[in-house]
């Protein structure tokens, strides 16, 4: 079930506090139109009523999509309540077959959503994210560049195409510009295979962030 508020919010630019839903939780079999707002990001933007300054919400929800079987906690700050994470975790694998992540903004949340509305895996992604960035730097990153770029994250943006054909896109922020980089479905089956290589790589059980620290903690 959706579970929706409203909180008192202030404006960044006039500072003025208005009235602002809040979903503490989101279940798409009951709202399926919220998977397009959440996946572009409009869900958690609001107006100012006085200034029009288009403001970011940040709250703590958890994202629930009962078709797709992924449940992605969003926790901007603040303490995790572990008792209440486990007794999630306990429901939805007696249900069988679910992914639990954990996200602390608004962009990791959108690319959970986007990577399971493709039918892929995000630890194959961050796996391609690695092996995508070191052959960057080796090949096309200038040197004034290098330390920049180990810094920037890489973020899912789109599938394209179907088969051995398909392409798969990364977005990433550099020198001030949005930039984009293109991976062939072989990245992506060869990343697979390298996981399925290395069962150490493997997710913890219940709600784990997935991510390039997370993906470098394993490997180390």
Same mark, same amino acid.
């Given at each position: 079930?959706?579970?929706?508020?409203? #909180?008192?919010?202030?404006?960044?630019?006039?500072?003025?506090?208005?009235? @602002?839903?809040?979903?503490?939780?989101?279940?798409? *079999?009951?709202?399926?139109?919220?998977?397009?707002?959440?996946?572009?990001?409009? &869900?958690? !933007? +609001?107006?100012?009523?006085?200034?029009?300054?288009?403001?970011?919400?940040?709250?703590?929800? !958890?994202?629930?999509?009962?078709?797709?079987? !992924?449940?992605? +906690? &969003?926790?901007?700050?603040? =303490?995790? *309540?572990?008792?209440?994470?486990?007794?999630?975790? %306990?429901?939805?694998?007696?249900?069988?077959?679910?992914?639990?992540?954990? $996200?602390?903004? %608004?962009?990791?949340? %959108?690319?959970? @959503?986007?990577?399971?509305?493709?039918?892929?895996?995000?630890?194959? !992604?961050?796996?391609?994210?690695?092996?995508?960035? &070191?052959?960057?730097?080796?090949?096309?990153?200038?040197?004034?560049?290098?330390? =920049?770029?180990? #810094?920037?994250?890489?973020?899912?943006?789109?599938?394209?195409?179907?088969? =051995?054909? /398909?392409?798969?896109?990364?977005?990433?922020? &550099?020198?001030?510009?949005?930039?984009? $980089?293109?991976?062939? +479905?072989?990245?992506?089956?060869?990343? #697979?295979?390298?996981?399925? /290589?290395?069962?150490?790589? /493997?997710?913890?059980?219940?709600?784990?962030?997935?991510?390039?620290? +997370?993906?470098?903690?394993? %490997?180390?």
């Amino acid at each position: 079930m959706s579970i929706v508020n409203e #909180a008192l919010a202030p404006c960044t630019k006039c500072g003025q506090q208005h009235k @602002v839903t809040v979903y503490r939780s989101i279940n798409i *079999s009951e709202n399926p139109e919220l998977k397009a707002k959440v996946a572009d990001g409009s &869900l958690f !933007l +609001w107006e100012c009523p006085h200034c029009g300054q288009v403001n970011l919400a940040r709250y703590e929800t !958890l994202y629930h999509d009962p078709a797709g079987k !992924l449940m992605v +906690w &969003l926790i901007p700050e603040g =303490e995790i *309540s572990e008792t209440q994470m486990h007794a999630i975790t %306990m429901h939805t694998k007696a249900m069988g077959g679910y992914t639990l992540r954990r $996200v602390n903004d %608004m962009g990791s949340l %959108m690319e959970k @959503v986007l990577i399971n509305e493709a039918g892929l895996n995000d630890v194959v !992604l961050e796996m391609c994210k690695y092996v995508t960035k &070191l052959e960057m730097l080796q090949k096309t990153v200038g040197a004034d560049q290098k330390e =920049e770029f180990l #810094a920037t994250q890489f973020h899912f943006y789109r599938s394209e195409g179907e088969g =051995e054909e /398909r392409i798969l896109t990364f977005m990433y922020a &550099l020198s001030g510009q949005m930039l984009g $980089v293109n991976i062939g +479905w072989n990245v992506y089956q060869d990343c #697979a295979g390298i996981l399925e /290589r290395n069962p150490q790589i /493997r997710p913890e059980d219940g709600f784990v962030k997935i991510d390039a620290a +997370w993906l470098s903690s394993k %490997m180390a």
